[in-house]
Every structure is written in structure tokens, then in C-alpha cells.
Nanobody, 128 residues
Framework: QLTLVESGGGLVQPGDSLRLSCAAS????????VGWFRQSPGNDREFVGA????????YEVDSVKGRFTISRDNGRDTVYLQMNSLKPEDTATYYC?????????????????????WGQGTQVTVSS
């Protein structure tokens, strides 16, 4: 049973940076593709991006492309979301999620129902 814990959220000003971490326990994260989602009050959970189990493939949605970068350290069982040039519209609770993949196979899951394991979320607030 994989357990995910996000950390690194906080209150920042527009233009600032934050790095979120998603730490896994209970299984080796190297078997899992990991996605990042965010949700603000009154809105559906929104896909932000994802990374393949080996880290070779990443995907970010257009609204964050060029500002957000996803990476991972399988030796530390941790995935990161580096967020630069933050905007007020990035304010949300950020969640990481994981899905197991057979070795050598990967596609980019973008829907919440494509992921099996979820963290509890970390709040990011961008405000002046």
C-alpha cells in the first residue's frame, strides 16, 4: 500500500517560487507514474502535470508550462513540483497522485480516476 505525503506549500507573493514535495512510503515509487493536481474552492480538481516512473517523460498543462517543472528522485521515493513565477490564479490545494505501471509501459494519465493513490494535499496561496 503506497502512502503519499505532500509538503512545501505556503503563502507567497506573485512572482515568487515554491517547491512542493511528494514523499512516498510503503512501496518503491519507481514503479509508479505520479501526477500533480490542484483544486480551489468551488472548482473541480484540475490536472497540472505528470511524470513517468523513470522520470524520462514529463508533461505540464499549458497554463503552467514554462513556469512549473516536475522531477523525481527515486532513490528518495520523492517527486517534486517546482513552481516559479507564481500567480494569484495558482492559489489552490495541490495534490500528488500515483498509478502503478508495468515496466517499460507509460502513458500520461490526466483524469483523477486514473490514479490509485492520493496524498492529503498542501495549500499554496499566492497573494500580495
Amino acid at each position: 500500500q503506497l502512502t503519499l505525503v505532500e509538503s512545501g506549500g505556503g503563502l507567497v507573493q506573485p512572482g515568487d517560487s515554491l517547491r512542493l514535495s511528494c514523499a512516498a512510503s510503503g512501496d518503491a515509487l519507481s514503479f509508479y507514474g505520479v501526477g500533480w493536481f490542484r483544486q480551489s474552492p468551488g472548482n473541480d480538481r484540475e490536472f497540472v502535470g505528470a511524470i513517468s516512473p523513470d522520470g524520462a517523460k514529463t508533461y505540464e498543462v499549458d497554463s503552467v508550462k514554462g513556469r512549473f517543472t516536475i522531477s523525481r528522485d527515486n532513490g528518495r521515493d520523492t517527486v517534486y513540483l517546482q513552481m516559479n513565477s507564481l500567480k494569484p490564479e495558482d492559489t489552490a490545494t495541490y495534490y500528488c497522485a500515483a498509478r502503478w505501471f508495468n515496466l517499460g509501459y507509460y502513458y500520461t494519465p490526466r483524469r483523477t480516476d486514473e490514479y490509485t493513490y492520493w496524498g492529503q494535499g498542501t495549500q499554496v496561496t499566492v497573494s500580495s
